[in-house]
């Protein structure tokens, strides 16, 4: 069975600092899809950036970035220049292709002014 | 679009009462899916529909949970009798089912309190 795991339960950053999250994953697919969701103080998820896995670029999106590095089943974000607004739960998820979303525990930002 | 609606947002009950939580999807979607998230446990499955039809219900935890969808634009989580351990944010999400990753779109959860 798949499983993501995030062993960061919380990170703090400076305001204006690069942070980066870890995820690895388990999984025996060669295809699938990446995803990190932030889910602030509001509750409301919201899909930061995903990844394919059979592109071997990473994906980028404004200041949000991902080291996708398949042979190790890992999958960090890099959020550069930090705000204040990007503090929040951020999680990983896994997607093979059928409908079940795998999720990772979370890990929440704190981002200092 | 709206995006997903779900109600109430808060919802404060006693042990052994019944709960209702309301979803209405995405217009056009054509899958439903009920998450329950804890401190202890995440992001949990309960239940995938796919054109109203409930295809997964393995993450229902007991048969005090239950779950329908009489049609594409509403469905319903039950729980009765409610429980403390019960206690959680509830989150629905809907996705049209035919892009190679399907993703899903989250409602603004409700936070189920069970005294």
């Known amino acids: 069975a798949q499983t993501v795991t995030q062993s960061q339960p919380e990170m703090s950053v400076q305001e204006a600092e690069t942070v980066t999250l870890s995820c690895t994953y388990d999984?025996?697919?060669?295809?699938?899809?990446l995803f990190w969701y932030k889910q602030p103080p509001s509750r409301q998820m919201i899909l930061v950036i995903r990844?394919?896995?059979?592109?071997?670029q990473n994906a980028t999106e404004n200041r949000f970035s991902v080291n996708f590095q398949k042979a190790a089943k890992s999958f960090s974000l890099k959020i550069s220049d930090s705000q204040l607004g990007d503090a929040a739960m951020y999680f990983c998820?896994?997607?093979?292709?059928?409908?079940?979303?795998?999720f990772g525990t979370g890990t929440r930002l704190k981002v200092l002014a | 679009d709206a995006g997903v609606i779900q109600s109430p947002r808060h919802e404060v009950t006693e042990m052994g009462q019944e709960v209702t939580l309301r979803c209405k999807p995405i217009?056009?979607?054509?899958?439903l899916f009920w998450y329950r998230q804890t401190m202890m446990r995440g992001l949990e499955l309960l239940i995938y529909f796919n054109n109203n039809v409930p295809i997964d219900d393995s993450g229902m935890p007991e048969d005090r949970f239950s779950a329908k969808m009489p049609n594409a634009s509403f469905s319903t989580l039950k729980i009765q009798p409610s429980e403390p351990r019960d206690s959680a944010v509830y989150f629905c999400a809907s996705s049209l089912m035919r892009s190679s990753y399907n993703e899903q779109f989250f409602g603004p959860g409700t936070r189920l309190t069970v005294l």
């Open positions: 998820a896994y997607y093979s292709g059928t409908y079940k979303y795998i």
């Open positions: 999984t025996s697919e060669s295809d699938y899809y």
């Open positions: 990844q394919e896995a059979y592109k071997q």
């Open positions: 217009s056009g979607h054509n899958s």
